[in-house]
């Protein structure tokens, strides 16, 4: 396994010494009075040609600028090579990647740039699927008004799993945002800390009787806004799982052990942000059960308490797992006709026409949240000045608070709200006339291109970080991952910071921050006469309707064996089709195997085995990605990056078949990559890419890395993307 550090040579480059005869040749039949070419700068990987210096965006400009604070990605980048930053090591012996964002952090994004993990309602199954928050962009020719790409597009269209990922990020920004202001109003109200809600109840009385309140109120915000280390000194923080919503005093974490600081249930977790993502996971999938459960009718009130029913005991798994489509069974089974109802289309098409706008009613929320944070807490290399810009917005306000009578700021208001009130058809007009003269005038008031201008979610955020691993030929690894569960321990906390603004003795905040004894040492107090499981309860005893779904299961994993078997035989003979399930579906050992990259990565392209390969040499064309099977000047298709206008991740088996497959055969499923290509742009060296109206696409499948490379693609070139 090659250290951190190591650097690769790009497969299919030219030597150095050629590439430089070239272009002193070109350079003087262009220019003949130029200087002599020994006293020409040698070249670099930031050179002219490449796409990232075109700076199509403020993201693009960021990424190529000399940062002050510089990382191991900053540093390299010297030649023509790719330096490896370590993409066999997960995580272990890996130095500072981006100057001033610690390791985690920058995984943290990645990671929720990729996929979050979730798992999917347990009915007759329980696996695990991804949502992805980046899974689908597209080039446009002109840059947003904001100044950074990667927006949401106006056309992107309603599914229920980008509901489900929007419902997911609205609980990690939003729902953890104010369920921790609720918790610090508790601790301050509790006078648990007697120094700090001393203070704060002193000043606010002495305002009250100098009838300054909102001035105070004000000149807090500017505080806390413009002065970072406020924050800490006026709300210091404390574990969230650790303090009690109701008394603000010190809990037991619901986790039963603080394995997290950032988590409502204090879960351990193996790095940095997995707890809030799988509390965000099981909360979308509790919603989930309630409304199949309310849809399905489970726990009837007709029917007697604890009284057996034959029929259900005989059915496997939960009625609230089967679907919303039992509740037409339900009424059935009681005599109510279904197949009359003329209420049922109409209203079922007006929610599903709802759920778009509501859908990107959430993702704008938590993508206001994502940038407001962001400019109170810029992450390099973006500026620290948006903080400033926000803080101005309050001086008006503080001046009118000081210097402007109550009765005149009331009279104002209702004269604004009155005039506002009645004054519609004139609103009209002025609506009608701004839609003819400046058709997009909406988008020049949209927050995020006047306040917050120049502030990135963090989608926007990351694509920058992993522009700037591109930038230096130092891509970024990708983030750390293990199939072990974390460790059920404590996390490490600051202990006399906690006794101190929880009120609790050592002895206490120990007690409360580890493992109880009884699940240390569940798994160990088992024996083979009376066998327990990791919570220490006898498991129950399997019965007839557990037995049917095992052998249930076993024949839908020799099934699904059977029909990849058949794909092989149809590949064979020619179907394509068939040829985009060729080795998605590997034995057990090789999901183990260490990632790929950062130049080549195994994959399959029209079933034929070969590696995508990343080629980072300087030509007249840039970068390329091509497909090969047999080394260098073997592409069985090459493309420029600089070409490529649309990336899409795409499933291996579709998602019904890769619930199936995780739950019969315990699998992981390798999924593809598509690449759409400008035109007639692309250098085939074998079977074209098939066309779809608007260039070339090439499906490269089997691709286990398919985060990394898709990463890699998008943030390698000059485009401006939007996302889908």
Request: net charge neutral; aromatic share 6%; proline share 7%.
């Given at each position: 396994m090659?250290?951190?550090g190591y650097?690769f040579?790009?497969?299919?480059?030219?030597?150095?010494e050629e590439?430089?005869?070239?272009?002193?040749?070109?350079?003087?039949?262009?220019s003949?009075?130029?200087?002599p070419?020994?006293k020409?700068?040698p070249?670099?990987?930031?050179?002219?040609?490449?796409?990232?210096e075109?700076?199509?965006?403020?993201?693009?400009a960021?990424?190529?600028?000399d940062?002050?604070i510089?990382?191991?990605?900053?540093?390299?980048?010297?030649?023509e090579n790719?330096?490896?930053?370590?993409?066999?090591?997960?995580?272990?012996?890996v130095?500072?990647?981006?100057?001033?964002?610690?390791?985690e952090?920058l995984w943290?994004l990645v990671?929720?740039?990729?996929?979050v993990?979730?798992?999917m309602?347990?009915?007759?199954?329980?696996?695990t699927?991804?949502?992805?928050?980046m899974?689908?962009v597209?080039?446009?020719?002109?840059a947003p008004?904001?100044g950074?790409?990667l927006?949401?597009?106006?056309?992107?269209?309603?599914?229920?799993d980008?509901?489900?990922?929007?419902i997911?990020?609205?609980?990690?920004?939003?729902?953890?945002?104010?369920i921790?202001?609720g918790k610090?109003?508790?601790?301050?109200?509790?006078?648990?800390?007697?120094r700090?809600?001393?203070?704060?109840c002193?000043?606010?009385f002495?305002?009250?009787?100098l009838?300054c309140?909102?001035?105070?109120?004000?000149?807090?915000?500017?505080?806390?806004?413009?002065?970072?280390k406020?924050?800490?000194?006026?709300f210091p923080?404390?574990?969230l799982?650790?303090?009690?919503?109701?008394?603000?005093?010190?809990?037991?974490?619901?986790?039963g052990v603080?394995?997290?600081?950032d988590s409502?249930?204090g879960?351990?977790?193996?790095?940095?942000?997995?707890a809030v993502?799988?509390?965000?996971?099981n909360?979308?999938?509790?919603?989930?059960?309630?409304?199949?459960?309310s849809?399905?009718?489970?726990h009837?009130?007709?029917?007697?308490?604890?009284?057996?029913?034959?029929?259900d005991?005989?059915i496997?798994?939960?009625?609230?797992?089967?679907?919303t489509?039992?509740?037409?069974?339900?009424?059935a089974?009681?005599?109510?006709?279904v197949?009359?109802?003329k209420?049922?289309e109409?209203?079922?098409?007006a929610?599903?026409?709802?759920?778009?706008p509501?859908?990107?009613?959430l993702?704008?929320?938590?993508?206001?949240?994502?940038?407001?944070?962001?400019?109170l807490?810029?992450t390099?290399p973006?500026?620290?000045?948006p903080?400033l810009r926000?803080?101005s917005l309050?001086l008006?306000a503080?001046?009118?608070s000081?210097?402007?009578?109550p009765?005149?700021?009331?009279?104002?208001l209702?004269?604004?709200?009155g005039?506002?009130f009645?004054?519609d058809?004139a609103l009209q007009r002025g609506?009608?006339?701004?839609?003819?003269?400046?058709p997009?005038?909406?988008?020049?008031?949209?927050?995020?291109n006047?306040?917050?201008r120049?502030?990135?979610?963090?989608?926007?955020l990351?694509?920058?970080l992993?522009?700037?691993?591109?930038?230096?030929?130092?891509?970024?690894?990708p983030?750390?991952?293990s199939?072990e569960?974390?460790?059920?321990?404590?996390?490490?906390?600051?202990?006399?910071?906690?006794t101190?603004?929880l009120d609790?003795?050592?002895?206490?905040v120990?007690?409360l921050?580890?493992p109880?004894?009884?699940?240390?040492?569940?798994?160990?107090?088992?024996d083979?006469?009376n066998?327990?499981?990791?919570?220490?309860?006898?498991p129950k005893?399997?019965t007839a309707g557990?037995?049917v779904l095992?052998?249930?299961?076993?024949?839908?994993?020799?099934g699904?064996?059977?029909?990849?078997?058949?794909d092989?035989?149809l590949?064979?003979?020619?179907?394509?089709?068939?040829?985009?399930?060729?080795?998605?579906?590997?034995?057990?050992?090789?999901s183990q195997?260490?990632v790929?990259?950062?130049?080549?990565?195994?994959?399959?392209?029209?079933?034929?085995?070969g590696?995508?390969?990343?080629?980072?040499?300087?030509g007249?064309?840039?970068p390329?990605?091509y497909?090969?099977r047999?080394?260098?000047?073997n592409?069985?298709w090459?493309?420029?990056?600089?070409?490529?206008?649309?990336?899409?991740k795409?499933?291996?088996?579709?998602?019904k078949?890769?619930i199936v497959?995780?739950?019969a055969?315990?699998r992981?499923?390798?999924?593809g990559?598509?690449?759409v290509v400008?035109?007639?742009?692309?250098?085939?060296?074998?079977k074209?890419?098939?066309g779809?109206?608007?260039g070339?696409?090439?499906?490269?499948?089997?691709?286990?890395?398919?985060d990394e490379?898709?990463?890699?693609?998008?943030?390698l070139?000059?485009q401006?993307w939007e996302?889908?």
């Amino acid at each position: 396994m090659p250290t951190p550090g190591y650097v690769f040579k790009d497969s299919g480059t030219t030597p150095p010494e050629e590439k430089s005869q070239e272009d002193v040749e070109l350079k003087r039949e262009k220019s003949p009075s130029e200087d002599p070419p020994a006293k020409e700068s040698p070249k670099t990987p930031q050179s002219p040609r490449s796409p990232l210096e075109e700076k199509s965006t403020d993201s693009h400009a960021l990424a190529t600028e000399d940062h002050e604070i510089k990382g191991a990605a900053q540093r390299a980048g010297k030649d023509e090579n790719v330096t490896d930053l370590g993409w066999r090591a997960n995580s272990k012996d890996v130095e500072t990647l981006v100057g001033g964002l610690p390791n985690e952090e920058l995984w943290t994004l990645v990671r929720r740039f990729n996929k979050v993990e979730l798992s999917m309602s347990r009915c007759l199954w329980q696996t695990t699927d991804s949502i992805q928050q980046m899974y689908h962009v597209k080039a446009i020719k002109t840059a947003p008004l904001g100044g950074l790409d990667l927006f949401v597009a106006d056309e992107d269209e309603f599914s229920p799993d980008k509901l489900r990922s929007n419902i997911e990020r609205l609980y990690m920004t939003v729902g953890i945002g104010v369920i921790t202001f609720g918790k610090h109003i508790a601790r301050l109200r509790s006078w648990r800390e007697p120094r700090r809600t001393g203070g704060f109840c002193a000043v606010y009385f002495l305002a009250w009787l100098l009838d300054c309140i909102v001035p105070l109120l004000l000149v807090t915000l500017i505080i806390l806004i413009a002065i970072p280390k406020s924050r800490v000194i006026l709300f210091p923080p404390a574990p969230l799982a650790l303090v009690n919503a109701k008394t603000g005093g010190a809990q037991k974490p619901k986790a039963g052990v603080l394995g997290s600081h950032d988590s409502v249930t204090g879960a351990p977790e193996k790095h940095s942000g997995e707890a809030v993502e799988q509390e965000a996971s099981n909360l979308v999938s509790g919603i989930a059960n309630v409304a199949i459960t309310s849809a399905a009718g489970a726990h009837d009130q007709a029917n007697p308490d604890n009284e057996e029913n034959p029929v259900d005991s005989a059915i496997p798994g939960n009625a609230q797992d089967l679907g919303t489509a039992l509740a037409d069974h339900k009424n059935a089974a009681v005599g109510e006709p279904v197949h009359h109802d003329k209420t049922k289309e109409p209203m079922q098409d007006a929610l599903w026409k709802q759920m778009r706008p509501v859908m990107r009613a959430l993702g704008d929320v938590s993508d206001g949240w994502e940038r407001i944070a962001n400019a109170l807490s810029p992450t390099p290399p973006f500026p620290q000045w948006p903080r400033l810009r926000l803080a101005s917005l309050i001086l008006p306000a503080l001046l009118l608070s000081t210097y402007v009578s109550p009765y005149i700021l009331t009279k104002s208001l209702t004269l604004i709200l009155g005039t506002a009130f009645f004054s519609d058809p004139a609103l009209q007009r002025g609506i009608q006339l701004l839609n003819e003269k400046i058709p997009d005038w909406p988008k020049y008031l949209e927050i995020r291109n006047t306040l917050l201008r120049g502030v990135p979610t963090n989608a926007q955020l990351t694509i920058t970080l992993l522009r700037i691993g591109e930038a230096n030929r130092a891509p970024l690894p990708p983030p750390p991952s293990s199939s072990e569960a974390p460790p059920d321990q404590a996390a490490e906390i600051d202990k006399s910071a906690i006794t101190e603004n929880l009120d609790a003795t050592n002895s206490e905040v120990e007690d409360l921050i580890t493992p109880d004894n009884d699940n240390n040492t569940a798994t160990t107090n088992k024996d083979d006469n009376n066998p327990q499981t990791a919570s220490g309860e006898t498991p129950k005893k399997k019965t007839a309707g557990s037995r049917v779904l095992s052998a249930f299961k076993a024949t839908t994993a020799t099934g699904i064996a059977t029909k990849l078997e058949s794909d092989r035989v149809l590949a064979a003979a020619g179907s394509s089709h068939a040829k985009q399930h060729l080795g998605v579906l590997p034995k057990k050992k090789a999901s183990q195997k260490a990632v790929e990259g950062p130049v080549e990565f195994k994959c399959r392209y029209q079933g034929r085995k070969g590696v995508v390969v990343i080629d980072e040499r300087i030509g007249p064309e840039g970068p390329v990605i091509y497909f090969s099977r047999g080394g260098k000047g073997n592409a069985e298709w090459e493309v420029p990056v600089r070409r490529v206008k649309e990336v899409k991740k795409i499933g291996g088996l579709g998602w019904k078949g890769k619930i199936v497959v995780g739950w019969a055969m315990e699998r992981e499923v390798k999924e593809g990559l598509e690449i759409v290509v400008e035109g007639d742009s692309a250098k085939e060296g074998g079977k074209d890419g098939k066309g779809n109206g608007n260039g070339k696409v090439y499906r490269v499948m089997a691709l286990k890395e398919r985060d990394e490379v898709f990463n890699r693609v998008v943030s390698l070139g000059g485009q401006v993307w939007e996302s889908y």
